[in-house]
């Protein structure tokens, strides 16, 4: 495996390939990893509504949620979390500040394009009648409760999440194996979902597919009776900016205290 030393070397060069990127493979690749997120967490929704008891299907969730990651490191894709680690390359000054910026903002909007659609097409697929309206019901109940966190603790509960997302990604870049890079993201990813931090990307799905299905009639009968007034798209956006934010300065502290620790050249 490659030692920690290796892997903040390495990422230099991993860092100057993903800016380097053209805006069309960029976003192509953005869009893929909202998909792969999305499809994550329509899964782990799907198994954990099979589960009565609700701190169980919490951890069936957790466990099968970094099939995500898993299909975003191994398959290629881009990240808007995960590319938090950039102020390593930024602080080594391998990156400019507008490479960064610029990849930040396309992966973004390409992982929001990706998580977005999947939301769309399994609502409208109507694969919330799985399971009865359980399904349908833990959609819309997830939505609601990431839509009515304040804004403090959207805030916290991001930078606790992509402090253990870019760990998970920092591990995985240690293994030299297909089998030890998932060994290596797993853990922290279900540590994550397990204490049920917030995730921008992973949102981008959990929301919008709150809302389309609120909007289908398909599942009136199966929701009707819940509070739903926060599921909407102004809530959409005021969960994802504090949700952001403190995902931007959970990755981005582990990042720069890792480059401090391994890459920062003493002054003489």
Not at 10 to 23: A, E, M, R
Not at 32 to 56: D, M
Not at 118 to 127: E, Q, Y
Not at 152 to 170: E, S
Request: aromatic content about 10%.
């Amino acid at each position: 495996m490659n030692t920690p030393a290796q892997v903040a070397e390495n990422y230099l060069g991993t860092g100057k390939t993903k800016v380097s990127l053209s805006f069309g493979r960029m976003l192509a690749l953005a869009i893929l990893a909202g998909i792969y997120i999305a499809l994550a967490g329509v899964g782990a929704s799907c198994a954990a509504v099979t589960v009565e008891s609700a701190s169980l299907a919490k951890l069936v969730s957790g466990c099968l949620f970094p099939a995500g990651l898993t299909m975003v490191l191994l398959a290629g894709s881009e990240l808007f979390t995960g590319n938090c680690l950039l102020v390593m390359p930024l602080a080594q000054k391998t990156i400019t500040p507008a490479q960064m910026l610029r990849s930040w903002v396309v992966v973004y909007l390409g992982n929001f394009i990706g998580a977005m659609a999947v939301a769309w097409i399994a609502s409208a697929s109507h694969t919330f009648t799985l399971f009865g309206d359980w399904f349908a019901i833990s959609v819309v109940s997830t939505a609601a409760a990431k839509c009515s966190l304040s804004f403090t603790d959207a805030l916290l509960r991001g930078i606790l999440c992509n402090l253990l997302v870019c760990l998970a990604v920092w591990i995985s870049f240690a293994a030299k194996s297909v089998g030890g890079k998932i060994a290596g993201l797993y853990l922290p990813i279900l540590l994550f979902v397990l204490c049920g931090y917030e995730h921008c990307v992973a949102n981008m799905y959990y929301i919008p597919a709150g809302i389309f299905a609120l909007a289908d009639p398909a599942y009136a009968e199966a929701l009707a009776g819940l509070n739903t007034a926060s599921v909407t798209w102004a809530g959409l956006a005021a969960n994802l900016i504090p949700v952001t934010l403190g995902n931007i300065l959970g990755g981005a502290g582990l990042g720069l205290v890792y480059w401090y620790i391994y890459l920062k050249k003493p002054k003489a």
